[in-house]
């Protein structure tokens, strides 16, 4: 009797586990983006490059409309001379923002104007006056995000690009945005790109998709700023063991010939 009781409880209790998972996984599912579009990105493939006018029309879009809400601190002024800016264009770009510093010989910190070796400076003071000016939500910093989301720059693109009206039905909070590629769609962030925002200064037509396809190969850069000299590093190493590999094998066929 008491087996048939035990059993009973048993097929009960993974009857409701069962139901629990399946309501937890259509959930799930509800609030589950599209895939993001795939973009034939010039960095993506083994032998993939940063294309230097990208990366500074990137780094324009990034200063112009991102650096309002988004910092980047894990990169400093002086990287900048990897996208092709001069030294004169990298003091005058770092002497634009107040840093803190200090403490002075008196004991206090101070303001002064950043220099090349300071890491870019953010909008904000702190998390909580981020907080503030953004009705609570804190923007994230830019530094790694190619890397931290999944999808990466495909998702970064789609997430810019995906600002749409919401299906008949659907109401939005007020303060949020209806993204199409945005888990759950809701987005604090309101459209950040619109047609003609910035002036290139290489003539380049500066539409939503453009903008996005520039800044996201910024940030792409700045997550991985090494990522050419890996390349070129495995592919010299590559070719190195192709070598060894070949010479090794002939080595081998010239001790071993005599023997049957």
């Given at each position: 009797?008491?087996?048939?009781?035990?059993?009973?409880?048993?097929?009960?209790?993974?009857?409701?586990?069962?139901?629990?998972?399946?309501?937890?996984?259509?959930?799930?599912?509800?609030?589950q983006a599209p895939a993001s579009p795939k973009v034939d990105w010039t960095f993506s493939s083994l032998f993939g490059v940063f294309k230097r006018?990208?990366?500074?029309?990137?780094?324009?879009?990034?200063?112009?409309?991102?650096?309002?809400?988004?910092g980047i601190k894990r990169v400093s002024y002086r990287n900048l001379n990897a996208l092709g800016f001069s030294e004169a264009a990298i003091k005058a770009l770092a002497a634009e923002r107040m840093v803190q510093d200090g403490p002075n010989?008196?004991?206090?910190?101070?303001?002064?104007?950043?220099?090349?070796?300071?890491?870019?400076?953010?909008?904000?003071?702190?998390d909580n006056a981020a907080r503030a000016a953004n009705n609570g939500s804190l923007p994230p910093d830019l530094s790694l995000i190619v890397k931290a989301r999944v999808g990466g720059a495909d998702y970064i693109h789609?997430?810019?690009?995906?600002?749409?009206?919401?299906?008949?039905?659907?109401?939005?909070?007020?303060?949020?945005?209806?993204?199409?590629?945005?888990?759950g769609h809701e987005i604090s962030m309101a459209p950040p790109l619109r047609?003609?925002?910035?002036?290139?200064?290489?003539?380049?037509?500066?539409?939503v998709d453009q903008m996005s396809k520039d800044v996201v190969t910024f940030l792409a850069w700045a997550a991985e700023p090494e990522m050419e000299a890996r390349k070129q590093l495995g592919v010299k190493v590559f070719l190195y063991l192709l070598l060894m590999t070949g010479l090794f094998y002939a080595t081998m066929r010239r001790i071993w010939r005599g023997v049957k």
């Open positions: 009797m008491t087996t048939r009781i035990t059993l009973s409880l048993l097929l009960i209790t993974c009857c409701f586990s069962s139901q629990v998972f399946v309501s937890n996984a259509h959930a799930g599912e509800a609030h006018d990208q990366l500074q029309r990137g780094f324009q879009v990034y200063k112009e409309v991102c650096a309002a809400c988004h010989t008196e004991g206090k910190m101070f303001e002064r104007p950043a220099l090349p070796k300071d890491a870019m400076a953010g909008p904000f003071p702190n789609a997430l810019l690009t995906g600002y749409v009206k919401p299906p008949g039905g659907k109401t939005i909070d007020a303060g949020r945005y209806y993204n199409a590629y945005f888990p047609d003609g925002q910035v002036t290139y200064s290489d003539g380049t037509v500066a539409s």
